[in-house]
T-cell receptor, first 118, second 114 residues
Framework: DTEVTQTPKHLVMGMTNKKSLKCEQHMGHRAMYWYKQKAKKPPELMFVYSYEKLSINESVPSRFSPECPNSSLLNLHLHALQPEDSALYLC?????????????????FGEGSRLTVL | GEDVEQSLFLSVREGDSSVINCTYTDSSSTYLYWYKQEPGAGLQLLTYIFSNMDMKQDQRLTVLLNKKDKHLSLRIADTQTGDSAIYFCAEGASSSGGYNKLIFGAGTRLAVHP
């Protein structure tokens, strides 16, 4: 199983709603990532979890709250979002976060959750 | 700081070769990657090259790396309509303490026409 599964595929929410994006992998990877991708732009890193601990927060506003309940699951809780937060949110995983010998460091990406904030 | 640059658009005729170019700034990157993204989908790793290699070939794909000029290219032979997508160059920013913090280029949109 080399898949990263994201749900939901599409989400429309109002600025006062609370919603969550979910990501799951069963490859035994110890690093999981959230990226944000705006239209016609490259993915931008938001958060990295390594061994279920938050390793990187790229100065993301607190209305985005990540959670890693276990090594296979990664959530992104959304609250009081703005219309400019509308984007494709991509989850990824890799064997490790720290570069190790004999590892390509490859990130496996999910299909993404397309979020629209009204 | 780290930066990856790509041309934004490439149009080729079906059956021709496509060459997508990329320049990067972090000379200590261990790996350089090419990802493909089809409309509305996630990113799929196409190929990668280790920084001590000059060339890597994988079926229709050839990656060339010029470390001196920090230039990376992806050649797709016999380009097909199914190759139409956005191609992202990415460097593993190992200067950030040996971590898999990928830095992506802006992406090159490849359009293949009959």
């Amino acid at each position: 199983d080399t898949e990263v599964t994201q749900t939901p595929k599409h989400l429309v929410m109002g600025m006062t709603n609370k919603k969550s994006l979910k990501c799951e992998q069963h490859m035994g990877h110890r690093a999981m990532y959230w990226y944000k991708q705006k239209a016609k732009k490259p993915p931008e890193l938001m958060f990295v979890y390594s061994y279920e601990k938050l390793s990187i927060n790229e100065s993301v506003p607190s209305r985005f709250s990540p959670e890693c309940p276990n090594s296979s699951l990664l959530n992104l809780h959304l609250h009081a979002l703005q219309p400019e937060d509308s984007a494709l949110y991509l989850c990824a995983s890799s064997q490790e976060f720290q570069v190790i010998i004999d590892s390509t460091g490859e990130l496996f990406f999910g299909e993404g959750s397309r979020l629209t904030v009204l | 700081g780290e930066d990856v640059e790509q041309s934004l658009f490439l149009s080729v005729r079906e059956g021709d070769s496509s060459v997508i170019n990329c320049t990067y700034t972090d000379s200590s990157s261990t790996y350089l990657y090419w990802y493909k993204q089809e409309p509305g989908a996630g990113l799929q790793l196409l190929t990668y090259i280790f920084s001590n290699m000059d060339m890597k070939q994988d079926q229709r794909l050839t990656v060339l790396l010029n470390k001196k000029d920090k230039h990376l290219s992806l050649r797709i032979a016999d380009t097909q309509t199914g190759d139409s997508a956005i191609y992202f160059c990415a460097e593993g920013a190992s200067s950030s303490g040996g971590y898999n913090k990928l830095i992506f280029g802006a992406g090159t949109r490849l359009a293949v026409h009959p």
